[in-house]
Each structure stands twice: as C-alpha cells, then as structure tokens.
C-alpha cells in the first residue's frame, strides 16, 4: 500500500516536472518568433504545444537511457527520483520568476544528484559521467551556437543585404514558421521522453514492468506527451520576454538563424548522440545572431545574468534535491514523508498563483 | 580526459553544426536572394535572367525542403 502511494507521487511529481519543463521552455522555439512577429503570441504556443505533444511520439529511445552514467542506479529509489523532481521543480519556477532561461534536464539531473548525495554520499555519484554528459556539453553548447549563429548572420545579410526589406522580411518570418516548428517538435521528442522514462523507472522499481524488456506503457507516453503541451501552451512569458526582446533587439533575419542554426546545431548534437540542452544552444544562437550584426547589439548584462544561471543550475537543484530528500526522511521511508512534502509544496503553489489573482495577474500573462 | 571530453565526437559535432547551420541559413537566404530578383527581373522584361534566378530560388527551397525532413529523420532516430 505504501509503495503504490509512492509511486503515484512520483508519476504525479514527474508529470508536475514535464509540465514546468514545457513551461520553462516554451522561450526556446517562440521567443523569436513572437518577437519578430513571425506569428500571433497565441498562434505560436499553441503551434508549439501541438508540436511537442507530436514530438513525443516520434521516438522513444531516449526514455531508456534517462539518468544513466550520472548516478548509480542502485542508489535511486523512488523517495530519491521523487527529491530530485522536486529539487527541478523548484529551480524552474524560480529562474521562470526571474525571466531567466535555463536548462530544465540540468535542474532534474541536479536534483537527483543533490537527492542521491543526501541519500547514499558522494559515492553516489558518477563523477565522470556527469562531467562528460552535464558539465562538458553545458560550456560547448552556447560558445558553438554563438559562433554558428555569428557566422550564418553575417552570412544571411552579405546574400540579401541589398533586397528590399519588405519581402525578405516576410520571408524570414515564413522560414520562421519552420525553423521554430523544427524546435518544437525535437523538445517534443527530446524532453518528454525524460518524463516517459523516469516513470517507466519508477513502474520497474514497483514490479509492474520488468526490468529486462524495458518498455514505455502507452499511457505513460500520452500522459507525458499531454503534460509537456499543456505546459508549453500556458506559456513562459517572463522567459518569452528575456529570450525575444531583452537579449537582442531582433529582426526577421536573427530570428530566423537564432532559430534555423540552433535548430541545426541540436540536430546535429542529436546525430553523434552528444547531449546539448537546447535552452543552452538557443540562448547561444540568439546571442550570436546580436554579436554577428554587431558586438554591442547584445545586452551583455543580460547575457551574464543568464550565464550566471546556468553555472547555478546544478548546485540549486541539487541543494533543493537534497534538503528535500532530508526532509521526506524525517517521516521515515514510507509516502508519508513524500505525501507530507507534496502537500506542502502545492500549498504553498496555490496560494502564491491565488495571491497572484488577487494582485489582478496570472500566471499566463502574455502584457 | 579525453575520454570524459570525447574529443573525436564533439569535433565531428563542431563541423557538423558549422556545416548545417550556416548551410541551413545560407540555403534559405539563396531562396530569398533567387525570389526576390526573380520578381524584379520579371518586372523589368528580363525573362532570361528572371528564369535563372527563380530556378535558384525553387532548388534553394527544394533544399531546405530537404534538409527540414532530413532533421526529422534524425530525431526519429536519436538514440
């Protein structure tokens, strides 16, 4: 009785965690679009909730491979997958608060990590896979988007430089359609599959599927696919803002290469299997496609505070990982501890998103 | 530490990524380029050059048509 209890939470504090990463990361594939008027606020969210909930479906090899080489699987038992979504949690509503964009699978795999270091020490920890797999990849992303994106820039406006502005910019804002659709649909595939696996993880650690033919139940992959659209139609706008209009000032054409070379770059990440967070590679092409047109287009400030997210992404997650793993064991092993740490945390959710109402706001906000 | 940095895959990923996407840009903005004359050389009675340009502009598209579904493919396949 105790571990169905547990497992629910988990399937409900992954779902949560799917729904805050659709959130999160609605900035990457619409910033630019809505920003350059490409399309409607509301045309792009909900063309990028469609577009994630398809991307879910498309591959499902992703989801056997969540967590490995980073900590020991015999270390993760559902009170540790179950700190470390909250851990996620939290880090993604807080940067969401701040406007700042930020990866979501660095939050969770720091969350586990902070969860399984309370939970069985630093030996817990695959050190050399988190550097190879994490921290590596996390320094490569943005320096090769911005150099991508700087190049493709300088590229685009030598070729159409001297075309009337009027039609090339409706066709920036066309190509746009596309390029952020291709972002939508690979954080479809990508993200929710994260989601897909640690709830098949939590399905075989309660005996419900075996370990040896690891696969994704069917309502596991519609509930995932479901949480992340919805998630992604109700929208990040403070992120929305930073990416599209406090970065860089964007026209047609750096939307387009912030979008197509980002897109670009991930795909080609994806090809050779090297982990790239799109966040990181977005952020990096916007950056980029600002420094290409010039230097001082980028508002460095903004830049830094964002790069000063990403270096506390990990430490933050893990810190709430592990405090929160501490926490559920003052109850014991059982779900009373995850169950009590639960009710608190979606108390303190509604009355901060009811104080928010009553303040005449929402969280939806597009103004 | 060149096994944690997996220094042969990540420079086969910086060529790659070099190669698509300043490809993907360029191919789209030859697109852009090709149309854009092509209806102005049109305007002008130049129906030579006008051709010359939009079939440009088509195979430009064609590939980044191409490349678009190739991106797919990928993420179908991403293990």
């Given amino acids: ?367 | 530490m060149a096994t944690i940095v997996q220094t042969d895959v990540l420079w086969k990923l910086i060529v790659s990524a070099f190669v698509a996407g300043v490809g993907i840009t360029a191919v789209f903005a030859l697109a852009i380029y090709g149309g854009t004359r092509f209806i102005d050389l049109r305007r002008a009675d130049r129906e030579a050059a006008a051709w010359a340009f939009g079939t440009l502009a088509v195979l430009a598209v064609a590939a980044f048509a191409a490349a678009t579904a190739y991106g797919i493919v990928v993420m179908a396949n991403k293990s």
């Fill in chain 1, 1 to 367: 009785m105790s571990s169905d209890v547990t497992l629910g939470i988990v399937v409900a504090t992954a779902l949560a965690f799917d729904f805050t990463n659709g959130f999160h990361d609605t900035a990457n594939s619409v910033a630019a679009t809505i920003s350059t008027r490409a399309l409607p606020p509301r045309v792009a969210v909900g063309m990028a909730a469609l577009l994630n909930f398809a991307g879910a479906f498309i591959s499902l090899k992703v989801a056997a491979t969540v967590g490995q080489g980073i900590v020991a699987t015999s270390h993760v038992t559902s009170t540790v997958v179950f700190a470390g979504l909250v851990g996620a949690i939290a880090w993604n509503l807080a940067t969401w608060y701040f406007g700042l964009p930020s990866s979501s699978s660095h939050a969770l795999i720091g969350g586990v990590v902070g969860s399984g270091v309370a939970a069985a020490g630093t030996g817990a920890v695959q050190w050399d896979g988190l550097t190879e797999k994490v921290l590596v990849p996390a320094v490569v992303a943005p320096v090769l988007a911005l150099v991508v994106g700087a190049i493709a820039i300088v590229v685009a406006y030598r070729i159409v430089g001297n075309r009337r502005p009027g039609p090339v910019g409706r066709s920036y804002r066309l190509g746009q359609i596309v390029s952020g659709g291709m972002l939508s649909l690979s954080h479809g595939t990508n993200d929710a599959q994260k989601t897909m696996g640690i709830i098949t993880l939590a399905l075989i650690a309660h005996g419900d599927i075996s370990a040896d033919k690891f696969h994704v139940p069917t309502w596991v992959v519609v509930s995932a696919a479901t949480a992340i659209a919805l998630g992604t139609y109700v929208g990040g706008w403070r992120i929305i803002r930073t990416m599209g209009t406090r970065i860089i000032k964007m026209d047609p054409a750096q939307g387009f290469v912030s979008q197509g070379a980002g897109a670009a770059t991930i795909l080609a990440a994806s090809h050779y299997g090297y982990p790239l967070s799109t966040t990181h590679v977005i952020s990096g092409a916007v950056m980029g496609a600002g420094a290409g047109k010039r230097l001082s287009a980028v508002r460095w400030g903004v830049a830094g505070n964002i790069a000063g997210a990403w270096v506390l992404t990990i430490p933050a997650a893990a810190a709430v990982g592990a405090a929160t793993y501490g926490v559920t064991r003052i109850f014991g092993t059982g779900a009373v501890g995850p169950l009590v740490v639960s009710i608190v945390l979606l108390a303190v959710l509604l009355t901060g998103f009811a104080r928010r109402l009553a303040a005449g706001r929402t969280l939806t906000a597009e103004g």
